[in-house]
């Protein structure tokens, strides 16, 4: 069983920087891609951003390419999104999820199969 606990989320200024963390528990954390999602209230769950298993590859959203960054730390089972110039449009619940097979679309929901239970991110304008 794997379970995805992220960390990190809070009530900030726009302009404002946040780092979201997810931890990972298992031993095959380096095996999997990993991906971020958001959700607003009243809108569907959408990609933020995706890395690959080596973090040779990211892949971000239109909507936040050139502020969000995605990493990972294989040796900490941990990976990042470090959020910068944050918006009140990027208020949402962000959550982690693993991509287990490399071939997968990492913008696809269905790509995931497994969730954290997500963190708040709220920006005030």
């Known amino acids: 069983q794997v379970q995805l606990v992220e960390s990190g989320g809070g009530l900030v200024q726009a302009g404002d920087s946040l780092r979201l963390s997810c931890a990972a528990s298992?031993?095959?954390?380096?095996?999997?891609?990993m991906g971020w999602f958001r959700q607003a209230p009243g809108k569907e769950r959408e990609f933020v951003a995706a890395i690959s298993w080596s973090g040779s590859t990211t892949y971000y959203a239109d909507s936040v390419e050139g502020r969000f960054t995605v990493s990972r730390d294989n040796a900490k089972n941990t990976a990042y999104l470090q959020m910068n110039s944050l918006k009140p449009e990027d208020t949402a619940v962000y959550y982690c999820?693993?991509?287990?097979?490399?071939?997968?679309?990492?913008?696809?929901?269905?790509?995931?199969?497994?969730w954290g239970q997500g963190t708040q991110v709220t920006v005030s304008s």
């Open positions: 298992g031993r095959t954390f380096s095996s999997y891609g």
């Open positions: 999820a693993r991509r287990p097979y490399s071939g997968s679309s990492a913008y696809m929901i269905d790509s995931y199969d497994y």
